[in-house]
C-alpha cells in the first residue's frame, strides 16, 4: 500500500466531532469583509523566530512580506509548490487581487501561521495560542480568515 494511500486509509478512522449547538454569526457581504490568512505551514518572516517541533506559538505574518521562510518539518511534506510560488500554502497574491476586483473589501495588515503538523496535545493551541491569535485578528478588524492547512 503507498503511503498516500495508508494516510487516506488512516484518516477515514478519524472521528469527528459534532455540536449541539455550534457557534454563527452572519458575516458581511464578502465585497465589505477583510479577510486575513491562517495557515499552518509555519511560515514566518526572516527576522521571526523559527518554529520548533512542538511549537504551539503562532507569527504574525505582515501583509506586504513576501520572502517568507517554511518552517514545516515534516519529511512528508513536499517543499516545491512552495518554493516556485508562495500562494501554494499563503495565497496573499490572490487576497491581493480579489480586494483589487472589489470581491472582498479588503486584505488584513497581518496574518497568522501556525505549526500545524503537532506530534503531541493541541490543547494549548485549542484553548490559548489560538483563541489569541483570533483575538488579535479581530482587534484588527478581520471580518473572515481563509484557513490553508497543511
Known amino acids: ?4 494511500v495508508a494516510m487516506r486509509a488512516l484518516g477515514d478512522n478519524f472521528p469527528v ?12 457581504p464578502l465585497s465589505q469583509a477583510m479577510v486575513a490568512i491562517v495557515t499552518s505551514a509555519a511560515i514566518h518572516t526572516t527576522d521571526d523566530e523559527r518554529f ?5 506559538g503562532f507569527r504574525y505574518v505582515p501583509r ?3 520572502d517568507l521562510v517554511l518552517g514545516h518539518w515534516s519529511p512528508n511534506f513536499d517543499r516545491t509548490g512552495f518554493a516556485l ?6 495565497p496573499i497574491d ?11 473589501g479588503s486584505v488584513a495588515p497581518r496574518h497568522v501561521a501556525f505549526a500545524g503538523n503537532q506530534p503531541d496535545d493541541v ?9 489569541a491569535a483570533a483575538a488579535e485578528l479581530k482587534a ?4 473572515i480568515v481563509l484557513l490553508t492547512p497543511v
Open 1 to 4: 500500500m503507498s503511503g498516500d
Open 17 to 28: 466531532p459534532t455540536f449541539d449547538d455550534p457557534a454563527w454569526v452572519t458575516p458581511k
Open 52 to 56: 520548533a517541533p512542538g511549537d504551539t
Open 64 to 66: 506586504a512580506a513576501r
Open 85 to 90: 510560488d508562495l500562494n501554494v500554502v499563503f
Open 94 to 104: 490572490r487576497l491581493e487581487e480579489l480586494a483589487a476586483d472589489g470581491t472582498i
Open 123 to 131: 490543547a494549548t493551541i485549542i484553548h490559548d495560542t489560538g483563541p
Open 140 to 143: 484588527d478588524g478581520v471580518d
